[in-house]
């Protein structure tokens, strides 16, 4: 009985302490609300909504701490049920979903907001899984990632300005001038360890963005580059005209023109995209190379003594992954026309980060459902206006008390000697 | 028989501190090799100079390896384990998040990437790729079944009790083909049960694999029992070579190491 009232007192104690610190950040943030009044900016105090707030918070730290004392002081434990489940079903839980975005477009619910937003998460699926060869698997903190998206899609812009390249040329040339940028980068970074590394990333992906600002005549500085050239269906250009002697896609396909179709087409292109990062990705993790980084992740002075050199693993895995940014990178540039440094900020790599991290490191399904969590439901709950930054921070910490490793953080060995249990 | 591993003049030194002072001995391919002292004695220096983890301030380390003679001293860190010296640590090193066979699979690495054509190969499902990966599950099998430790193949290899732990890492460390294993403290926190089957395992790598062993133990018995030459080491000095029973009878071993005075007193 002690144990329990005593339980209870650290509990409400708990709770009293968050209620403290939400009065703390609501005070100012929510309790002093300006209004304009003739021209004049009088403060409106709202004691009511932080009364509010104080309140939730400490009737929910008030309910978590109760929970976790009831399921045992040590909350980070293996697979959860959920977890499990979706690991026993993951055999037909990936194929059903490439299956449902493969059909997406054509749902009846899907307009053109729904595909849209279907083209923003797929590009941010691509350049989790990206990361998540450099972050999930070789253990390398990389908090400068969007400088290869950034990259990649100056590259497309470049190439399509100078030189008249279409998208699929410079497809390919993003992700070889990324994974360059990587090698380049890699070469005097990857001797660092952690933190130290982590910082001169974060640092590289600043100077390549303040590079683009600054150097006006090649990158046009924040006026960003514009008229970047939309990719075409084997040459034949989604436009309601084309120029003389080229068929537009809509008459090939003996479709009625609809701006609509662009759309579509640009869904499908980031969706083989992302899918061929996938298998990548999978088959990377089971060859020599995939299991070298996860050595070094796990213990990199072992490593060296198996004879692994630890810089060209380090290496490959900073270009593959560059590679792969640099591919989004392009898509990105292509699909919005026009690009400028603001599309490239630290947030952005801190975005892909928390996707990688919240996945789960090392599950791309897990990558998968954090970020129809992260970017998927803040786009669709535009509606909410500003309260849709808040349901998100709610959500993140739920999820990050109730599975503090990420979504799916269970790690399948990548071969068994005996069936699988 | 000429000598696997030649040590010649091999010096230390950290700033002011002399940690191997002078020390040369030689191993053969056919023995177990013990370096022996006590705490601070300069043993695992020693070793991190031999394994390529530092670069010696002064001296030689010269393997007759299957690539012929080969300086050391000269290479860095990650070509030594491909001329054949693998190591194991005094602190326990695996991969703790890997399963065990995965830990002997990355002990192969070498081969595995050029059968995967340096990855470009292996990323397009070649034949020869499966072929050779099969190979390298058969040889992980047959040095987890050497250790005793084929049912734990698929497990967590940082889930396993400290002494199977121990024979991974050894297995792991075979994996890599080695002519010369070093071992540190392999008996370092093991029951005598455990003790005795660590003893078979290396009596097998000595008699059937063509391996020399050099060991670092403190552990007078265990080296008494397992080694077939020892060597004896005191403040970075060398001051005793020999076998089993010429070192136990050593006037400056029983001195220095076993503590003579404390037992008179």
Redo the contacts between chains.
Sequence with gaps: MAETSGRFASAIKEALLAGLLAAVLALPIIGLKTVDRGGRLIIDPQWTAVAWCIGIVILGRLLVALWRSRAGADVVKGPGRIALAFQAQGKWLGPLLIGFAAILPFMPFADRQIIDVGIVVLTYVMLAWGLNIVVGLAGLLDLGFVAFYAVGAYTVALFALHLDLGFWVALPLAGVFAALFGVLLGFPVLRLRGDYFAIVTLGFGEIIRIVLINWVEVTGGPQGLGNIPRPTLFGMPFARTAPPGVTPAHEFLGLEFNPVHRVIFFYYIILVLALLTAA?AI??RR???G??W??L???D??????????TNAKL?AFAIGAAIAGFAGSFFGTRQGFISPESFTFIESAIILAIVVLGGMGSLLGIVIATVLIIGLPELFRDLQEFRMLGFGAAMVLIMIWRPRGILSH?E??????AKP | MTALLTVEHLTMRFGGLTAVDDVSFTALASDITGVIGPNGAGKTTCFNCITGFYKPTVGQVTLAGRNGIVQLEQLPGAKIARQGVARTFQNIRLFDGMTVLENLLVAQHHALMRASGFTVLGLIGWPGYTRAERAAIDKARYWLQQAGLEAEADREAGTLPYGAQRRVEIARAMCTDPVLLCLDEPAAGLNPRESADLNQLLYTIRDQHTCGILLIEHDMSVVMTVCDHIVVLDYGRKIADGTPAEVKADPAVIRAYLGEDEEAA
Excluded at chain 1, 413 to 418: M, N, Q, S
Aim: net charge positive.
């Design positions: 990548i088959r990377l060859l020599p190379i299991r070298a996860e050595a992740r796990e213990n002075i072992a490593a060296q003594a198996l004879g692994i050199n630890r490959a790690r060995p990548t071969v068994r000697l005996g």
